[in-house]
């Protein structure tokens, strides 16, 4: 490693940036390390040169490997090529996730339908509320006996614990995204 390299700064850049990605104080994560205050505040400003053993309890506390704290800041990125994300067909419909990490409540999926073809909507939960966006072509929901009607740009906030169906009316494919967002069970 160059002489160059400057270890403090590095150490104290990455540990700030772990501990408001987590939301927590110093104090917070002091007692968690179990060091004092002060510490922890030597260790953010770069003042600080810890021991191993400080290192660890750092690490421990902020849940990741002593490596981490130490090494070159990465982009928090990871990129996802078309066609690596679930696909699933539902009849003549195409159902891709867009996330791909699942987020606790939420599903999030783009729907593709061709023209004229309709696609059965699964009921959640009790209490699940459903966006439903569309963003090319015709797009109809069905729920509750009653149809609406979609274009371009337009949202239908719905109940997703009900019965529903998702059509395509026009002569083009449709697009539309859906955002569910699921109600907690209750134990």
Not at 13 to 25: F, P, S
Not at 76 to 90: K, T, Y
Request: glycine share 10%; charged share 20%; with cysteine.
């Amino acid at each position: 490693m160059p002489d160059s390299v400057d270890l403090g700064g590095r150490l104290a850049r990455n540990i700030r940036q772990l501990r408001e990605a987590r939301g927590r104080t110093q104090a917070e994560l002091a007692r968690l390390a179990a060091l004092p205050r002060a510490t922890w505040t030597n260790l953010e400003s770069g003042a600080a040169n810890p021991t191993v053993a400080v290192l660890t309890k750092v690490a421990l506390a902020l849940q990741v490997s002593v490596e981490e704290l130490l090494s070159e800041p990465r982009a928090d990125c990871e990129h996802f090529p078309r066609g690596r994300l679930p696909v699933q067909r539902r009849g003549q419909a195409i159902l891709q996730k867009l996330l791909p990490h699942a987020i606790p409540g939420m599903e999030i999926d783009r729907i593709e339908l061709p023209p004229g073809a309709r696609m059965p909507g699964v009921p959640h939960t009790p209490g699940t509320r459903e966006y439903l966006t569309c963003e090319a072509g015709d797009l109809t929901l069905t729920a509750a006996g009653e149809t609406w009607h979609l274009k371009p740009g337009d949202v239908l906030a719905f109940r997703g614990d009900q019965p529903h169906g998702y059509g395509n009316p026009g002569s083009r494919k449709a697009i539309g995204f859906s955002v569910v967002v699921l109600a907690p069970v209750l134990p």
